[in-house]
């Protein structure tokens, strides 16, 4: 889920390039690597399910932390330029709650194993679940979550799920377990309540919309000249304002058209109308999808 929603925190910074999405799978599997390693070497020395639940609590608190820095980290990576700034930005937003996750599987097999013959099994098993619960985490956020709901409140729902499951993991404490469930709800609200930092705002700049479209973070952005819809970060369509309409583009594209007088046009995508006000003869019947 991490991995899917990462892509629309950093897209509206650096678009939907390939350098984004192979830098979000670079860090994912890097940062598990980091995790089966770590989380295998402090479980040997400490094999108790109080490890295991912190390890899942201070997971689900990280994964807090991207939706409330993103606009923090994204400008200040843009000294790497577009191709190495999705990866620096990645690896500070994503790497340590991708490690935390990345730790709970080595935990979990080193727990339940009490017999050495049956290891395999055991490894196979928690390994099966895991990427079993990795497919239905993907397509939850990729055919639902995106579609249905903000990042933060995806981000949020998949936090809480794993503050539940580090609590519950916690009755199995012989002490101190009520006041460490209690201590794990308290800090996770405090987190989830943090401000989220925000760029410094622009006085001559305001969004008049914005969403999670189909197809990327949708902006609708308004300066004192133009109006503009805005698609993860890209200006994909303008209009003036005041004064001239268009640009010369659209007035040679309309050109181009009467030249041919056709009795009928189809136009696929009017983006902001620029062609229609571009000055097409109005005997001409114009369908537009």
């Known amino acids: 889920m991490l991995e899917i929603l990462g892509t629309r925190i950093i897209n509206p910074f650096y678009g939907a390039t390939i350098f984004v999405w192979t830098s979000l799978i670079t860090i994912t599997m890097g940062a598990l690597a980091v995790g089966y390693f770590v989380g295998g070497k402090i479980i040997d020395k400490n094999p108790k399910i109080s490890l295991l639940s912190k390890t899942m609590f201070l997971a689900g608190v990280f994964f807090l932390i991207p939706m409330k820095i993103d606009q923090l980290v994204l400008p200040a990576t843009d000294k790497f330029g577009l191709k190495y700034g999705p990866l620096v930005a990645s690896f500070l937003l994503f790497f340590i709650p991708l490690m ?44 639902y979550l995106i579609n249905k709901l903000t990042i933060t409140q995806s981000l949020s729902g998949a936090a809480l799920g794993l503050v539940i499951m580090a609590m519950i993991g916690s009755f199995f404490l012989k002490q101190k377990r009520f006041t460490q469930i209690l201590l794990m709800l308290i800090i996770a609200l405090i987190v989830l309540s943090l401000p989220k930092y925000r760029y410094k705002e622009n006085s001559s700049l305001s969004v008049l919309h914005h969403e999670q479209g189909f197809y990327g973070d949708l902006k609708v952005i308004e300066t004192p000249s133009f109006r503009c819809v805005n698609l993860d970060g890209n200006s994909e369509s303008c209009v003036r304002l005041q004064g001239e309409q268009v640009s010369p583009l659209f007035h040679d594209l309309a050109h181009v058209i009467n030249e041919h007088k056709p009795k009928n046009v189809l136009i696929l995508g009017s983006g902001g109308g620029n062609l229609i006000m571009g000055g097409i003869d109005k005997n001409i019947k114009i369908d537009i999808v």
């Not at 097999?109 to 679940?129: E, H, N, P, V």
């Open 100 to 143: 935390l996750l990345g730790m709970i599987s080595p935990m979990a097999i080193r727990l339940i194993t009490k017999k050495i013959k049956l290891s395999g099994s055991y490894a196979g098993q928690i390994f099966a679940l895991s990427t079993v619960g990795s497919i239905v985490g993907g397509l939850l956020a990729g055919f």
